[in-house]
């Protein structure tokens, strides 16, 4: 085990009360942390020396600072970027998240149900085209750096924007991961309709546990492409043992188009046509989950996720986002899921009444037998 960069308890400049390490990954090493002043949590990701180097760092750095200033849900959001002046550090503190990444929700609980994936989408959608629209680029989305509440899906965020190319121009990774990836993303490309098309992998991904390039590997002749290329998404599940319902191909086919221009406008279009498109259908029959009390998220344990993503991206622990083992004390509530979700229901005045009699008579009796312990031990 790594020896801790900073001990839990000291400073971070005059700001943060550094914790535990929570994960470490090539080149990269993630600590929670504690705002000072302001009573905030994050998690703060310090990358290796090398990252500093202009212009990748700078340009990382200006990303991020903008992704804080969007509204809405969908995006992990920074509080603070800079450099450690002891080891050099570059870091970066954001919003600390106790939920799962999507690869370790579905190694805990299998696929997501049509309905929570539509909820998670609708977040994700809208975070995603609010980057879009401010001239950001994903470019590496994928199961490890979307994260879903195991308790209510539309707690979502998206993580490490524009941290592929980061890694790319420091020689620790490719700048498209095959396989979570569009076509033109794998020639050096990064567009919003790539990470549209991403998004769409990873939807297949939530509904059925596979990766689409797993989807993509047949027992049928591999000269037999062109066959291969017209199955559908639903029988290429079945053929990998899944389920997935065939009003789900015409979706997946338009958003994995070839042409960029013929799939989805933007991320927000894809997630109400899936509504549209499953409104008549299973999901309207799946049951809703009752809401559960925002401090309540429940923290995965540590122990160990199949493995999806190839072997040539191993997963990068992001400062916004970890989950947790259960060993690992957090400093506090984490600081989303926010607080204003739905309350824990009260118990009704009727049961309050019952209650309240039961404990007067629970107490009236240990009073009785109280006064005849004394009256023996006086008479003896």
């Known amino acids: 085990m790594t020896p801790p960069l900073l001990a839990p308890g000291s400073m971070l400049g005059s700001r943060w009360i550094m914790g ?7 080149g990269a090493e993630v600590y929670e942390a504690e705002e000072a002043h302001q009573r905030r949590f994050a998690a703060i ?3 290796d020396p090398a990252y500093a180097a202009e212009p990748a760092w700078g340009e990382y750095a200006r990303i991020t600072r903008a992704l804080s200033e969007l509204p809405g849900e969908g995006i992990a959001r920074a509080y603070d970027i800079g450099m450690e002046t002891t080891f050099k550090r570059p870091y970066v503190a954001s919003e600390r998240i106790t939920f799962p990444t999507l690869s370790h929700y579905v190694a805990e609980r299998g696929p997501l149900s049509l309905r929570a994936l539509s909820q998670a989408l609708g977040t994700l959608a809208s975070g995603l085209d609010a980057a879009h629209a401010a ?6 989305l994928k199961p490890h750096n979307v994260f879903v509440s195991l308790e209510n899906p539309e707690w979502a965020r998206i993580t490490d924007f524009a941290v592929s190319r980061l890694r790319a121009a420091n020689g620790r990774g490719p700048l498209a991961l095959l396989g979570w990836s569009a076509p033109e993303a794998q020639a050096g490309f990064l567009t919003p309709a790539g ?23 047949s027992r049928e002749d591999p000269t037999s492409e062109r066959q291969r290329g017209t199955r559908a998404a639903s029988e290429r599940a079945k053929s990998q043992g899944a389920e997935l319902d065939p009003l789900f191909d015409d979706w997946f086919g338009r958003a994995l188009a070839a042409a960029p221009e013929a799939r989805f406008a933007t991320a927000s279009e894809m997630a109400r046509n ?10 309207g029959a799946m049951p809703v989950r009752e809401p559960v009390h925002p401090m309540a998220a429940t923290v995965p344990s540590a122990r160990s996720e199949r493995v999806f993503a190839p ?16 060993s690992s004390a957090p400093l506090r509530a984490a600081s989303f899921p926010p607080g204003s979700a739905t309350p ?3 118990q009704s005045p009727q049961r309050q009444r019952e209650l309240g009699a039961w404990l007067w008579l629970v107490g009236a009796s240990l009073l009785g037998l109280l006064l005849l312990v004394v009256w023996w031990l006086r008479m003896h």
Not at 311 to 326: C, G, H, I, K, R
């Open 311 to 326: 072997e040539s991206a191993p997963e990068t622990p992001m400062a916004a986002t970890v989950a947790l083992s259960s």
């Open 195 to 217: 990470d549209r098309y991403a998004l769409a992998l990873l939807c297949y991904f939530a509904a059925t546990g596979l990766p689409w390039y797993n989807a993509l590997r």
């Open 20 to 26: 535990g390490l929570l994960g470490q990954s090539d």
């Open 274 to 283: 899936f509504v549209e498109v499953f409104s008549g259908g299973p999901t």
């Open 344 to 346: 824990l229901p009260s």
């Open 135 to 140: 001239g950001i680029v994903h470019g590496g």
């Open 45 to 47: 990701k310090f990358f």
